[in-house]
């Protein structure tokens, strides 16, 4: 459109100069054509008076000259008429122009002495005129007086005023007409041929179209399309022998990697590309208010640290909430980025959301709502109809912001967690052709908690908008399914595990998700040493035994009661005074939550309070580090812990577990691991606890310290083995399949 403007605007500019020009010299004619007329005019009414004012002056008959001035009154465009005697003196003038006498008038005294009429345009006062004075003579040439006669101009001005106006929207209408005709023209003679062959160029090398190319023209349009008709037959070929290679490369490989997951997309899904969605962004661009400086960061989240991998492996577009307060510089004009920043391997697409919607869908409806409904840690839900509102309006935002990128055959879409209930249905309605996952990555409640939340109905019909509906464990695909059947009208069958409602059908399956099995490949064993030396140099760590707790502040991770279980642990054992540290890494989250705002004041005091009870020449037993780690700042922790402490009162999965386990290459290191979390399913080579019973989790911390190191590595050993096989690629693998059998078709 912007090169359609171009065009046509120097024509435009052109036009409309050339007619204001001539507009003007028209205006201008007839404004001498009619001040013309006015001249003569006047001049002959003063020539047809003359004989009489002769008289009127000869006899001094002040009587008829009144008589001979009011004569004029009636007359169209005259304002009056004025009789001189031979001194300029005014011995009689028409009424309603008065206060001509009040003018001043220098010329007089020329006319009186050279006895030649005078005309001019006169402006006094409000009156805009034109003044003819003839001067009167006897027979014998005795000069007598004059009489002046006064027109009206104002018309003149009228007539000129309202000529500009028919010229101006003349003008108007000419440029409008040919706006149209111009952008009529550029469109079916430039825009659609294009627009055509772009369509057809999307569909054809996608195989979903065998059409030829709609150009049917030879010149240059013609030659681009048969060149673009080639690129897209090669596109084709080149895609379908790709698919087929990785059909056939999946079914030898055994273990799920990155390249295996990447086959089975090609297989299975072809074209389709995976769209996510999440609330959280796997990248967030923010500027640090004290220092000014861009950053960009990877926010703690278990659905993050999860997907990003499959992304990586698979590519595809991940939309999400932009919640960072410099990533709206760093999106092109569809707000989109290609990510990881050095290494683009897919798309993000960035939501905005202003201030009162984030308050409501996020920290209220998701966070202050759902999160405590879902999680068994005794923190009341709160539900407030506002922050309903927000949630159902943005769960609409995000769906019109998908659906803007949906290609125009069979979709996939996956979606992440409790932010996005009601988003299934919401694309489902306009694009039924759509194959949508839903993944929740919390626990889901039993049906009596369930349903205290008061838009229970809404949600689980939102849910079941999707075709499929992941958990991490069996245990919360039961719960799910009992709550469907108990509070909708639906049917169960629990033969193929799914809910029929309104001849709808969703699957529910359980997908334990994992990490991706060996922590952060890239970070070299020698930088890696490095930093593990300067943190231990840097906390006086040598020699010590180091345990390490690495969470998001949110009390359901059981940091308290963690550190009251170090407390006790110290208090029973204390020949482990001044040789245990316990390293607690913890992520500010949610923070304008009040519950999180005052969880987080209260593990400031009780762990000051605890350091404070036992410090002893520089030693303290818990080394506090409240920030944002990076992956790349967490490995050497992990990599150095001797024990890491996972005590989560009620979690979906838990992935620091995994992540531990799986920086272990060196087989040390032990984990201890709250039975409350997924993970504990898997990883029953932990050491298990119930976070709550604080004396029998300080014995544990006993335990795992008095265990020999050959258990420790078998145990270390059999749980790698459980995430290697069980990583997250094939978490993605098996949810893609099991999409793919669903594929619509
Ligand atoms: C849990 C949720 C995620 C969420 C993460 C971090 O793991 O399942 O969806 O991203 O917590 O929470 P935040 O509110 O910071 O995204």
Known sequence: MRRVFLFILPILIIVSAAFTLFGFFQVRFEEEKLIDDLKRKAKSVAESMELSVQHVLSANDLKNANYLAEKFETRERLQGCVIYDKDGNIIALTKRFGDWKEKDKPYIKDIIANKTPRGELEKFKDYQVYSYILPIVDDAGQFLGMVEVIHDTSYVFARLTELWKRISSTLIILVVVIFIISIFLHRQIFALP?????????HFQKGETDEAHPIREKGDLGKLASEVEQVALSLRVARRTISDE???????????????????????????????VSNREPYMHTIDEATGLEQCIRPASGVVTAIHPVLCACGGTWVAHGAGNA?????????????????????????????EEEDGYYYGFSNEGLWPLCHNTHTRPVFRELDWQAYKKVNQ??????????????PFVFIQDY?????????????????????????WPTPEAFSICPYRKEILEGMLGCDLIGFHVQN????????????????????????????????????????????????????????????????????????????????????????????????KYPQY??????????????????????????????????????????????????????????????KMADLCIVSSLHDGMNLVAKEYVAARKDLSGSLILSQFTGAARELV????????????????????????????TKRMEKMRKVISENNVYRWAGNIITELAALKKV
């Open 246 to 276: 990785a059909q056939a490369r999946m079914e030898k490989e055994e273990i799920w990697t990155e390249a295996k997951l990447k086959d089975l997309v090609h297989a299975k899904l072809g074209e389709n590309a995976l769209f996510i």
């Open 476 to 571: 919360h695909c039961n719960n799910f399914l009992d709550t469907a059947n108990r509070l909708l009208e639906s049917r169960v069958d629990i033969e193929k595990f799914s809910i029929v409602r309104s001849e709808k059908e969703t699957f529910v399956r359980a997908f334990p998700i994992s990490v991706n099995g060996h922590f952060n490949q890239a970070a070299k064993d020698a930088d890696i040493k490095r930093e593990i030396d300067k943190i231990k140099k840097e906390f006086d760590l040598e020699g010590k035994i180091i345990g390490l707790g690495v969470d998001r502040i949110d009390y359901t991770k059981g940091i308290v009661e963690r550190v009251l279980a170090i407390d006790r642990f110290l208090e």
């Open 327 to 355: 990533d709206k510089k760093f999106v092109n004009s569809k707000d989109k980025l290609g990510v990881p920043p050095k290494d683009i391997r897919y798309i993000l697409k960035r939501v905005w959301l202003d201030k």
């Open 577 to 638: 005074k001044k040789k245990f540290v316990f390293i607690q890494l913890a992520a500010p989250s949610r923070v304008h939550i009040k519950r999180y705002h005052d969880l987080m004041a209260e593990i400031d005091e009780l762990i000051e309070k605890k350091n404070w009870k036992y410090s002893d020449s520089g030693w303290k037993p818990i080394v506090y580090l409240k920030r944002h780690f990076s992956l790349d700042e967490i490995e050497p922790f992990y």
């Open 685 to 712: 080579d932990a050491i298990q606890v119930n976070p709550y019973s604080i004396e029998e989790f300080a014995d544990s911390i006993q335990l795992v310290l008095q265990m020999p190191q050959d258990e420790k």
């Open 397 to 410: 935002k995000f769906a019109d912001s998908v659906l803007e990128e949906l290609p125009v055959k069979h």
């Open 194 to 202: 294009v627009q055509r062959l772009t369509d057809w160029f999307k």
């Open 419 to 443: 932010h996005f209930t009601l988003l299934g249905k919401m694309i489902k309605e306009r694009r039924p052709d759509a194959t949508i996952a839903l993944f929740w990555h919390i626990p």
